[in-house]
């Protein structure tokens, strides 16, 4: 019954929660404001976790998680730049944004899907550096593209836009300061969290159409799928596409809560983390769920949230990047070298 | 026309590179100067590619690790001011113990990730920089006491970002030969104004003999038989895990060297920076050669690292001359490496897909 | 000199899991022997391999009882390693060579000839030379003893199927202390000019004082090579005899005959089945590996239960498979009058056909879904079931789960409840779980194939009634395929038999044992032709 329930919740996943626990802990005994360490883990937890769930699709699917995911990332970061060089501001600039940038990481999910067709079985190493291609590419792009906007270009002589843009007045924190109030010194980004459960919702709801169960059983095994007159390729195909047009929208409302607009190199790890918060949250290269996704951007954000704080006050250096690079990749690791239960019977 | 063929990728560089040479401007003599210093300084870390390419593990991502062993040695030999040659050569020997060990625990992680050892070595390099990370940033200074201040930071914790290896800087590339007086014929007096730095040079001959004669001894015929079908190597009594955790020791070993090589040329370590594209650029640069991820030759590192550094020389400036922006030239070779490594990468994919149809 | 036997093999018996597979054999070979082992598909020959070759799979299960005795030696073998080192070679059915290596690195894995370097002083062998010259003279002894006259410094890659078996000879031959020699169907892939020559080396091979056990469904190869024949069935040894005294058909009987009373028969006689068939299959070719189908004709009669017969690798699985669009084929198949499309399994099923696989766990399960999900999968796909009503249809879970509830009631399925894992299921309630999504397809032509392999014996009888039920009771056409001709004759009510991918003949369930057999190694046309004559 007890290596049941361990089984269940997954020895990372303990490790994590129990670390987690002992740094609030901490946390309280420091005296340190936990009001704003619950609200900053709260607005990190909602910025992240569409780009988590973006995951799902392609897990799902049998494509692996989405290291292709700089592929929806740009598409999300063209259509938040093209709201501000149109001098768009508020929700326009919000909707014009995520209106912008859904079709356009559809069709770059449709391309990388067609790719990922031809390398069944290596998506992730492939996806992984095509991924890092596309983000070099967009260095050039980001260099070279007619942007006016003055809130955008390098103020004096320089080469194309700035390496961060300010959202300032734009669209910063849009979501997060909708209907949001305060609870014993907590703010509850209403607005953000709102999105968040909409995005779960739609996803839900799509998983459990007869084509998002195609999908799931296409993954689950692909024989079994042809059997049932199922076209293999073309559901990975699909979920290549909603995971990069969830990538997508998922940017623009990371950005926003952010304050800025990250460019350049930006996006290039931001595929690893969110695979590492899904595989934290208990799922696995197979199979991943929305409960997953959601425990797993909590946990692993709110590890890095805490970990700032407590680590300047006890040791008085910034330990929490390093955390974030050995916990994100360890726990990618630790999914690579699990026994693989299903895969493909071919 | 096969043989168009079958080297396309290195002739597409090779006119790519002539392309960037034009445009960049750039005088043959440093050209050259510069292609000879940095082909003795990285060739050894493409080299130490090609064990695990031919045992059947693919692209050793994992170099990462050996680089930071053979850092780890740099930075004992900075602590306790050992100079010169010998300081030189004594850390390739400390560097040994600390390869062995990275590498033997890489090839455990690789044994369990059977089939998918790139995407793993890959993401190991990341990880162990975070490991690296919390070593020469927290525990230096904290856990491991460092004598002299002047290597850490202010706060007494931490290695600082930039360590200064002049204590041992062109410890071996300080042998230049060809300084003849009074050469007059056209070519050689142009060859004799090119700085070759022999004993470097000597040694990554030397290397590649070695890798050569590794694979006509019983260990390079079972790497090569691991390489080409674990279960039939098994069947006929070959110790396939073990075979294949030494092929990448022998690699992390090698690429521990070959950092060291690269530190000595350049004079100082980027404590947190210098092996992180390691991988990256080395695979890249073996691939250009014409490799793929289940077969390589010297050859095709020595081309390969020949041809992408060629590249890196020229591309800022031919990106100004012709694009405007030196930038451009800059992210044109970081996307380079990426999308050759990518397109590798899906080539091979796709092609053991349709063989298996 | 009446010196022991090479190999002699004394009352050997093996379970798996309490299913006896191999009932106390004992048979012996003397030296430069060849000795057939004939026998179906799971009569034991492979388990047999496996104990000979001390292979893990048979100490991880306990081991076997009996004893091994070689040229009178009690011989103790722990592992493949320490067979080969009795002197114990062995030819894999499928190859074990390594394509980009030539012939002699072949035939020396892993037993390459070595000579010192400086540094095997310190490190040992992995760092001593390869002699290359000293390999390339063996190989070519080797090769030159059973006349194979190729280059030895070829690559193996690209060289005709033919001589790769050659060369795995030679590597066997190579070792030098080789006393027994395992050819497991050796002449399977060979051409016929390439299987007379694989005869004469082994005549080459008995006359160096080698022992050579064959396994081998060509009856007439057995009948040409063979010093003795072991005829094995279940896991006991029916027979022991030489060529000289015996016939291809009795082989054939002796290996397919098994006791069935003829009330355990519930086909109908051919009169009770109307000539109206509900398909009919022309030429129907289906490339599918290992069982490729090369133009099949058969028609199937509406209500019957018809069975698929033939040994393995003869095409008998292709067919089912061909026509339910998994594997690329070509031909004409009619339902009902109407051509179906082929290579398509969407228009399979949308004309009310289903289809059990023999790959449970590959083809026919979502081994990490739901038992319930399992159920109805296919039919939300094909059908459009188990959808809610309205705009935007997701999953109706109460549906599913009420009917997932029925289904596990009516077969019986023994499980903690419809969601748990079919990954958790024994066999037998995997395979019911197929049935079940097969069935809510309501399909009017079921295609089962394989249904009761790897099932314990009690579920395999509620399987096989059961689908007699839906026979009988629901008038669904059967087509089952099945390894076991036993079952084929309980419950069908024809069987056709299936050898080198054709249609060899259609039987009924009360035919004789003869005919099955010579049927089966397409040995029934020659006989019956010549006694014709």
């Known amino acids: ?346 | 026309m096969r043989l168009l063929q079958k080297n396309i990728v290195p002739i597409v560089f090779i006119v790519l590179c002539t392309i960037g040479f034009h445009y960049s401007g750039l005088s043959w003599m440093f050209f050259a100067n510069d292609l000879m210093t940095r082909l003795a300084r990285n060739s050894f870390l493409v080299i130490s590619l090609i064990i695990p390419v031919l045992a059947g593990m693919g692209l050793n991502f994992g170099i990462v690790l050996g680089a930071m062993a053979g850092q780890f040695a740099a930075f004992i030999t900075v602590v306790y001011n050992l100079t010169g040659i010998t300081g030189f050569f004594l850390a390739c020997v400390l560097s040994i113990p600390f390869a062995v060990l990275f590498g033997w625990l890489t090839g455990i992680l690789f044994n369990k990730a059977k089939g998918k050892e790139m995407i793993t070595g890959l993401i190991l390099g990341f990880f162990a920089n975070g490991l690296y990370q919390l070593v020469c940033l927290i525990f230096i200074g904290w856990i491991i006491p460092i004598s002299n201040k002047a290597l850490l930071l202010p706060s007494g914790i931490g290695f600082v970002n930039t360590l200064d290896l002049k204590i041992w800087q062109y410890a071996i590339d300080k042998f230049y030969v060809f300084k003849l007086k009074g050469i007059t014929t056209p070519l050689l007096k142009y060859l004799n104004n090119i700085n070759f730095p022999v004993l470097t040079l000597i040694i990554v001959a030397l290397l590649c003999t070695a890798v050569y004669l590794l694979f006509r001894t019983k260990l390079g015929q079972d790497f090569r038989a691991v390489g080409q079908n674990r279960h039939i190597a098994e069947v006929a009594g070959i110790k396939v895990d073990r075979v294949r955790i030494i092929a990448v020791i022998f690699s992390t070993v090698l690429a521990a060297w070959g950092q060291l090589i690269f530190l000595q040329n350049i004079g100082n370590v980027q404590v947190y920076g210098s092996h992180v594209q390691v991988g990256t650029f080395a695979v890249a640069a073996l691939l250009i050669g014409g490799a793929s991820v289940s077969k390589a030759t010297i050859g095709q590192a020595l081309l390969g690292t020949v041809l992408f550094h060629a590249l890196f020389i020229v591309s800022p400036l031919a990106g100004k001359n012709i694009m405007g922006s030196a930038q451009v030239g800059e992210y044109f070779r970081v996307f380079v490496a990426y999308g050759v490594i990518g397109i590798a990468l899906a080539l091979h994919a796709w092609q053991r897909l349709t063989k298996k149809e | 000199m009446t010196g022991a036997a090479r190999l002699e093999m004394k009352n050997i018996s093996k379970q798996y899991y309490g299913n006896r597979v191999l009932k106390g054999l004992s048979f012996s070979v003397n030296k430069g022997e060849v000795l057939s082992l004939v026998g179906e598909n799971g009569a034991g020959k492979s388990t047999l391999m496996n104990i000979l070759f001390g292979m893990p799979v048979i100490h991880s299960t306990g081991g076997f009882d009996g004893e091994i005795f070689l040229d009178g030696e009690k011989a103790n073998i722990k592992s493949p390693e320490e067979a080969m080192k009795l002197g114990i070679g062995m030819v894999h059915q499928e190859f074990m060579l390594l394509p980009g290596f030539t012939i002699t690195e072949n035939i020396k894995l892993n037993r390459e000839i070595t000579k010192d370097s400086l540094l095997s002083k310190i490190f040992g062998k992995p760092m001593k030379w390869l002699d290359l010259p000293a390999m390339k003279a063996d190989a070519r002894q080797s090769m030159d003893t059973i006349g194979l006259g190729i280059d030895e410094m070829l690559p193996v890659r690209g060289l005709p199927v033919g001589h790769m078996q050659f060369v795995e000879i030679a590597r066997e031959l190579d070792k030098k202390n080789i006393r027994l020699l395992v050819l497991d169907e050796p002449t399977a892939v060979l051409t016929e000019s390439d299987a007379d020559k694989l005869l004469e080396a082994m005549k080459i091979l008995t006359g160096k004082g080698i022992s050579i056990l064959f396994i081998s469904h060509r009856l007439d190869e057995v009948m040409a090579a063979s010093d003795k024949i072991v005829v094995l069935r279940d896991g006991e040894q029916i027979a022991e005899t030489r060529p000289s005294e015996t016939t291809i058909d009795r082989i054939a009987e002796l290996m397919v005959g098994r006791k069935i009373e003829s009330g355990e028969m519930v086909g109908r006689p051919p009169s009770e089945l109307k000539d109206d068939y509900i398909l009919e299959i022309r030429d129907l070719s289906v490339a599918m590996p290992g069982e490729r189908v090369k133009g099949v004709n058969l028609d199937v009669k509406r209500g019957e239960i018809l069975g698929i017969g033939g040994l393995a690798g003869q095409g008998k699985i292709g067919i089912a498979n061909g026509i339910m669009g998994l594997f690329p084929s070509d031909g004409d198949v009619k339902k009902n009058g109407k051509t179906i499309k082929l290579n398509a399994a969407r228009a399979s099923l949308d004309n009310a056909m289903a289809f059990v696989s023999e790959d449970r766990r590959g083809t026919g399960l979502l081994l990490d879904d739901s038992i319930e999900f399992n159920i109805v999968a296919t039919a939300i796909q094909v059908q459009g079931k188990f959808l809610t009503p309205g705009k935007v249809r997701i999953l109706d879970s109460q549906a599913m789960t009420g009917l997932a509830t029925n289904m596990i009631q009516e077969l019986d399925i023994r499980c903690t409840g419809p969601g748990q894992l079919t990954r958790r299921l024994s066999g037998g309630n995997q395979q019911k779980v197929c049935i079940a999504r097969a069935i809510i397809l309501e399909p009017n032509l079921l295609f089962v194939s394989e249904p009761t392999r790897g099932i314990d014996i009690g579920a395999k009888k509620l399987i096989l009634d059961h689908l007699v039920k839906l026979n009988r009771d629901n008038g669904l056409t059967i087509v089952m395929t099945s390894s076991e001709l036993a079952e084929l004759r309980s419950i069908c009510d024809r069987i056709a038999i299936v050898y080198q991918g054709k249609l060899e003949g259609i039987l009924l369930p009360t035919d004789s044992d003869r005919d099955f057999g010579l049927m089966m190694a397409g040995e029934y046309h020659k006989f019956h032709g010549k006694e014709a004559v």
């Open chain 1, 1 to 346: 019954m007890d290596n049941d329930f361990l089984n269940k919740l997954g020895i990372p996943r303990l490790i994590i929660s129990l670390f987690l626990a002992f740094l609030v802990a901490a946390a309280f005994s420091f005296g340190l404001p936990m009001g704003q360490i619950f609200s900053a883990m709260l607005t990190r937890f909602g910025m992240n976790s569409l780009l988590v769930l973006a995951m799902i699709p392609t897990i799902q699917a049998g494509a692996g998680p989405n290291f292709g995911l700089p592929f929806g990332i740009i598409c999300g970061l063209i259509g938040a730049t093209l709201a501000i060089e149109l001098d768009l501001r508020g929700f326009t600039a919000f909707f014009f944004a995520i209106g912008v940038s859904i079709p356009l990481g559809a069709i770059a999910g449709w391309l990388y899907g067609l790719l990922l067709n031809r390398v069944k079985g290596q998506e992730m190493t492939v996806g992984t550096y095509m991924g890092f291609s596309i983000v070099s590419v967009m260095c050039i792009f980001w260099l070279m593209a007619p942007y006016k906007s003055p809130e955008m270009v390098w103020p004096y002589g320089g080469d194309g836009l700035r390496v961060t843009v300010v959202l300032d007045g734009r669209m910063e924190q849009l979501l997060d300061r909708f209907l949001s109030f305060t609870v014993n010194g907590v703010t509850i980004p209403t607005g953000l969290l709102l999105a968040t459960a909409l995005c779960c919702v739609l996803l839900w709801i799509f998983m459990r159409t007869r084509t998002g169960l195609a999908m799931s059983v296409v993954g689950s095994n692909p024989r079994f799928a042809e059997a049932s007159g199922l076209n293999v390729n073309k559901y990975r195909l699909l979920a290549s596409v909603v995971s990069c047009a969830m990538g997508a929208a998922g940017i623009v409302i990371y950005s926003q809560s952010y304050g800025f607009i990250q460019l350049y190199q930006a996006p290039l790890y931001m595929a690893l983390y969110s695979v590492s918060a899904i595989l934290i949250g208990g799922a696995s290269l197979q199979r991943a769920t929305i409960t997953q996704a959601l425990i797993g951007t909590f946990l692993f954000n709110a590890l890095l949230v805490i970990a700032l704080p407590v680590a300047n006050v006890a040791m008085d250096s910034d330990i929490s990047e390093i955390m974030r690079v050995i916990i994100s990749n360890g726990i990618i690791l630790y999914a690579l070298t699990r026994k693989e239960v299903g895969g493909d019977a071919r």
